[in-house]
């Protein structure tokens, strides 16, 4: 049990110096880069605890902090922060193939948008960032294998570099996602 509290805390400690970097940035602005990192590489209970620990820390409400810091131009991108750690995920190694199928529609139904029609952030934030990342990837493959092309070019395009560098990681084993950022880096 003591190694289980230890290495909560090592993780909160961590979680709350990855926050202050991404939230305060080298130049005093928000690093959304090091913000998605943490945000995406995380449970939801792993992101409260962190949340708990630094609010405590900072006497400021995280979910103002985020939202006045990214403002109006990452608007999509908070709101995914937001479902990623307030509970709205599903964290197990559960998939269905027929919400799968229908996702795909439904992803590929918005990526078909042209220029004067509105592609819906929202709705692709909520397909991807609720599912569990087995589902996420299950959606990738079939989309793939139904459109010949990837998911993530398609969304590439169609919404901001950030909401899109998550979004990508949402779609990728979390050690292929460290891997990618370790082998950029």
């Known amino acids: 049990a003591h190694g289980g509290v230890q290495a909560a805390l090592n993780f909160t400690v961590l979680w709350c110096l990855a926050c202050d970097v991404a939230l305060i940035g080298p ?14 590489t995380h449970t939801q209970e792993e992101l409260q605890a962190g949340k708990r620990v630094w609010e405590g820390r900072t006497d400021q409400h995280l979910v103002d902090h985020l939202k006045s810091n990214l403002g109006h131009s990452y608007r999509h991108l908070n709101q995914l922060l937001n479902l990623l750690y307030m509970g709205d995920r599903v964290e197990d190694d559960s998939v269905d193939e027929e919400l799968a199928a229908q996702q795909v529609a439904t992803l590929k139904e918005e990526c078909d948008k042209g220029w004067f029609e509105d592609f819906d952030e929202s709705l692709i934030i909520v397909i991807i960032g609720k599912n569990t990342t087995d589902q996420n990837m299950l959606v990738a493959q079939l989309y793939e ?23 990508n990681a949402l779609l990728m084993p979390k050690a292929d996602f460290l891997a990618m950022r370790l082998h950029d880096a």
């Open 27 to 40: 130049d005093f602005g928000c690093d959304e880069t090091a913000l998605l990192e943490v945000f995406v």
């Open 145 to 167: 294998k139904k459109y010949e092309s990837s998911l993530t070019k398609q969304l590439k395009g169609k919404c901001g570099d950030r909401l899109h560098y998550a979004l």
